[in-house]
């Protein structure tokens, strides 16, 4: 019996190298792999004896040997005592078997790319695809617009950190634990101190600290974030643009002044602006600043809601509390401070419907600007 499969692993050897230097492409190559080694994978041996019965049954000529796979299955025929060296003779067959696999496998391949080549199916000459050197994304161009228009008036631009303590991004601001104001800002918190800050504001103490005693100018310009439901009108991450004037006789005209130049240097200069009493924590007086809309000039429209009049920015005069946590004496010194978006603005200059497009990564909306 064993020398019988011995001689059957002979036969199949012989016959399969001998078919092999007949393969001219690799469609043929599987077919010769399936038909000498058999199939990839290892089917359960029941599955594999009825294969062999029906391949039988099939009228196999039955003086070609199985596949190798099957061959191997037979080894449950032999004696145990034979076992081993018929397992060997299999094992070192089918490693001959894969390495003759592989290495005509290469040849094969190596030719294919040849005659690729010479019939010129790849021009690796041509030149690549150029990659193009993009452009702004349309918040940044908005803040660079908002950078000028604050520069002609003699602002500089001052960064603050993103992520924040709690100290910063409220009690500074004179918004103690547990003040109910804290309610509108909610965050992403990193502990109980360190969180993602949810307005520009607490850039505000960050400029007075380094600058005291010194007046100050400065937009503080950065992203925001906030517990958000996100929707068509409100993202979880944002760009505020923060202002701050700190200075002898600084006044609420003054604020009102700065703002309205601002909508008319950003929106048209034909925008007229109005003031609404407000409440920030921060500020006292608080203000809302609004324009009248750029769509219907007042008449009333969707974007409006039918007030005519669109919401520009938070403001305020410094609140005595906070001039003096930044370090000045309120006695001596006072302050403006605002806080308009830059997403929001964007959106009405261009007429941007979804402010979820900005982050969306859309090339179609991104090269519109
Ligand atoms: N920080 C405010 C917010 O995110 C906006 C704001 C209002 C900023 C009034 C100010 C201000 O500087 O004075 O809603």
């Not at 019988?4 to 492409?25: C, H, I, K, S």
């Not at 032999?78 to 040849?107: C, I, M, S, V, Y």
């Not at 690729?116 to 690549?128: F, K, R």
């Not at 228009?149 to 303590?165: H, L, N, S, W």
Request: aromatic share 10%; charged share 25%; glycine share 8%.
């Amino acid at each position: 019996m064993l020398d019988y499969m011995l001689d059957q692993l002979r036969q199949l050897e012989e016959e399969a190298m001998a078919a092999l230097e007949a393969v001219e492409d690799r469609d043929a190559l599987a077919a010769w792999y399936r038909r000498y080694v058999g199939k990839r994978g290892t089917p359960s041996s029941r599955a594999l004896r009825e294969e062999r019965a029906g391949y039988d049954a099939r009228g196999r000529d039955a003086s070609q040997p199985l596949p190798l796979t099957q061959l191997v299955h037979a080894v449950e025929d032999l004696p145990k005592e034979d076992r081993p060296a018929f397992g060997q003779a299999a094992n070192k067959l089918k490693a001959k078997f894969e390495a003759a696999h592989g290495a005509w496998d290469q040849t094969l391949y190596q030719a294919e790319m040849e005659r690729e080549l010479e019939h010129g199916a790849l021009d690796v000459t041509l030149p690549g695809r150029p990659a193009g050197p993009g452009h702004l994304h349309i918040t940044t161009q908005t803040l660079r617009q908002i950078y000028d228009i604050f520069a002609e008036m003699g602002f500089q631009v001052y960064e603050a950190p993103e992520v924040e303590t709690d100290e910063l991004n409220f009690g500074l601001l004179n918004m103690p634990p547990h003040h109910p104001a804290r309610d509108m800002w909610d965050t992403f918190w990193a502990s109980d101190e360190v969180l993602l800050r949810t307005h520009t504001s607490p850039g505000q103490m960050r400029a007075m600290r380094e600058r005291c005693p010194e007046p100050i100018r400065v937009i503080l310009p950065g992203k925001c974030y906030r517990y958000e439901q996100v929707t068509a009108r409100s993202e979880h991450q944002f760009y505020q643009v923060e202002g701050l004037a700190v200075g002898h006789n600084i006044r609420m005209t003054d604020l009102i002044g700065t703002l309205t130049q601002f909508a008319r240097r950003f929106y048209g200069p034909e925008r007229r602006v109005r003031i609404r009493g407000s409440y920030f924590p921060f500020t006292e007086p608080s203000i809302e600043v609004d324009m009248d809309c750029i769509l219907c000039h007042g008449r009333g429209c969707r974007v409006c809601k039918y007030s005519g009049w669109l919401e520009i920015a938070g403001a305020g005069m410094v609140h005595p509390v906070v001039l003096q946590n930044g370090g000045y004496d309120p006695d001596e010194w006072s302050g403006f401070a605002f806080g308009p978006g830059v997403e929001r603005p964007a959106m009405l200059k261009y007429r941007i419907d979804d402010i979820r497009l900005f982050y969306g990564n859309d090339l179609r909306f991104l090269r519109q600007f």
